[in-house]
């Protein structure tokens, strides 16, 4: 038995696809590299094209097979 304190580790960082988008838009908003800007920028049109492209074609198709 060790009677040293118990090593206590930090909770882990909340992650997941929220947190990496709003990476990027904080990315897009205070990069000092114009270069990581751009990226930032193009992921989130990218990102927002996807979920528009989504947001038509799901109902779309739903609506094709329910016919």
Do not use: C, K, Q
């Amino acid at each position: 038995m060790s009677n040293g304190p118990a090593s206590v580790e930090p909770p882990p960082r909340p992650g997941g696809l929220v947190r990496g988008f709003l990476r990027l838009i904080v990315e897009v908003d205070e990069s000092r590299r114009w270069t990581h800007r751009v990226r930032a920028a193009l992921l989130l049109i990218l990102l927002l094209v996807g979920f528009g492209a989504l947001g038509y074609w799901i109902p779309e198709i739903i609506e094709r097979y329910l016919r």
